[in-house]
């Protein structure tokens, strides 16, 4: 799940008023900004992971402990999913 749309949208147009200005440094300091970069990063981490992300999850670990059994069914419950899961 990404950064809703629209608060992306809000978050750009305040970098671009930064840009229009000729303010290019004050951007990196816009207390708007920082504290919306911040919020997003918190919402990314906190969000509920979708069945594909968590079977990629699965599949990473699975293969960073060599246990290619569990691999090998992770991927298969991947190609099961559809498109859209």
């Known amino acids: 799940m990404a950064i809703p749309a629209s608060a992306a949208a809000a978050n750009e147009r305040i970098r671009q008023f930064y840009e229009e200005h000729s303010r ?4 990196a300091q816009c ?15 906190k969000r509920p992971l ?17 246990d290619y059994e569990r691999a090998a069914r992770v991927r298969d419950a991947l190609k099961k999913l559809k498109p859209a899961e």
């Open 24 to 27: 290019h440094e004050l951007a």
């Open 50 to 66: 979708t069945r594909r992300e968590q079977l990629e999850r699965d599949l990473t670990e699975a293969v960073k402990k060599e």
């Open 31 to 45: 207390p708007e900004i920082v504290g919306l970069q911040h919020w997003f990063e918190e919402v990314e981490r």
